[in-house]
């Protein structure tokens, strides 16, 4: 474990926080602390990318708690994620406060429909991305087609379809099937 | 009183139904926040979306946006809490077992497992967010001349977002 003092992990994770905004986010840290800072080691790194997508909750914030844990403990965890939400936190209250306290006139408004058309296309290359890798399993494609359809077109509980497409997935991918196709790990280089 | 509870509790379930990252969950958000509950407006929650975008940090920062509008300040507090606490509890208990768990099969199953559902999950957060910010034919446009531009790595995400919403602007002002 690299000796990184407790200021400095702040001001690293507070940046990260600040700098990662749209796309490529865990590529970034992982330029920032693995490619630039050696902080941590690509090995040391990449079972935490892995661990903050399988479990639940927002990937970032996961993946900081990890690297934080990993470079100083507890305290590191619970600072590292602190720094990497708190400065988007103050940027989104003060747009919601201006949102909905002085209502939106209809030029912003306009541009508000601009802006959220443009992220639509925005997430459509970022699923596109991720799901070139991550289609590859056992029954993958209709997994994803089974899960898309669910909740997207019939909007049924996603809990629900988690739990009986989940297990259905987990009981096509079982340990023991042969030819399995190597794990992905989120499309790094 | 009744509505922060409420509010805590949906976003606890929310945050852990982010299988693969924020935006899979946004399907179940929109159900709840606008339907169920009706804190917001279809509107309102695409442009919350939008704006949480182009905000630096997570996408799930939506959560503050949302949480302002039920209750102020102390509403953001909780709905922010009730997003990011639980879940990372959770990913710092097994950070600490992980070098002995990520070798075992059934994580590695785990890990194949979620893959296609993580994708079929973003891809239904991608068709709820549009079926709200694609309302025209303008939109729609916007949308497509973005992804081409995301696609081909001419520009970065936050930039284009915000082009679009200044192109946006310009062309209501064009044509009234």
């Given at each position: 474990m690299r000796q990184v003092s407790m200021g400095r992990l702040t001001r690293m994770f507070a940046w990260i926080g600040l700098s990662s905004i749209g796309g490529g986010r865990s590529a970034y840290i992982y330029d920032t602390?693995?490619?630039?800072?050696?902080?941590?080691?690509?090995?040391?790194?990449?079972?935490?990318?892995?661990?903050?997508?399988?479990?639940?909750?927002?990937?970032?914030?996961?993946?900081?708690?990890?690297?934080?844990?990993?470079?100083?403990?507890?305290?590191?965890?619970?600072?590292?994620?602190?720094?990497?939400?708190?400065?988007?936190?103050?940027?989104?209250?003060?747009?919601?406060?201006?949102?909905?306290?002085?209502?939106?006139?209809?030029?912003?408004?306009?541009?508000?429909?601009?802006?959220?058309?443009?992220?639509?296309?925005?997430?459509?290359?970022?699923?596109?991305?991720?799901?070139?890798?991550?289609?590859?399993?056992?029954?993958?494609?209709?997994?994803?087609?089974?899960?898309?359809?669910?909740?997207?077109?019939?909007?049924?509980?996603?809990?629900?379809?988690?739990?009986?497409?989940?297990?259905?997935?987990?009981?096509?991918?079982?340990?023991?099937?042969?030819?399995?196709?190597?794990?992905?790990?989120?499309?790094?280089? | 009183m009744t509505v922060i509870l409420t509010l805590a509790w949906t976003f606890v379930r929310l945050s852990f139904l982010c299988v693969g990252g924020g935006l899979g969950v946004v399907p179940e958000m929109q159900r709840q926040v606008v339907g169920i509950h009706g804190w917001l407006t279809a509107r309102q929650f695409v442009d919350g979306y939008a704006l949480a975008q182009v905000t630096p940090g997570p996408g799930m920062l939506v959560s503050a946006f949302i949480g302002y509008r039920v209750y102020g300040l102390l509403g953001a507090f909780i709905a922010m809490t009730a997003m990011f606490l639980p879940t990372s509890l959770l990913t710092w208990i097994v950070s600490r077992h992980w070098q002995r768990l990520q070798g075992h099969p059934w994580a590695l199953a785990a890990e194949r497992a979620l893959a296609p559902l993580a994708v079929g999950l973003m891809a239904a957060g991608v068709y709820t967010v549009g079926r709200s910010a694609l309302a025209d034919l303008p939109t729609t446009i916007l949308a497509a001349a973005a992804a081409i531009i995301l696609a081909k790595r001419w520009l970065p995400a936050a930039a284009v977002v915000l082009a679009a919403g200044f192109v946006s602007y310009l062309l209501g002002a064009m044509i009234p």
């Open positions: 602390l693995v490619e630039r800072h050696a902080w941590l080691t690509r090995e040391e790194f990449l079972p935490g990318l892995t661990l903050s997508q399988l479990l639940p909750g927002p990937n970032i914030p996961n993946l900081s708690v990890f690297l934080g844990n990993w470079l100083r403990g507890p305290v590191g965890a619970v600072v590292a994620v602190i720094a990497v939400i708190v400065p988007g936190t103050v940027a989104i209250l003060v747009l919601a406060g201006l949102y909905f306290g002085h209502g939106v006139g209809p030029d912003a408004e306009v541009a508000l429909r601009g802006m959220g058309a443009a992220v639509v296309g925005f997430l459509c290359v970022t699923t596109v991305r991720i799901g070139r890798g991550a289609l590859r399993g056992r029954g993958a494609i209709w997994i994803g087609a089974l899960t898309f359809l669910s909740v997207g077109i019939f909007q049924l509980n996603t809990f629900l379809v988690i739990l009986l497409v989940g297990g259905l997935s987990l009981w096509l991918n079982r340990p023991g099937r042969s030819k399995q196709p190597k794990a992905q790990t989120g499309g790094l280089p | -």
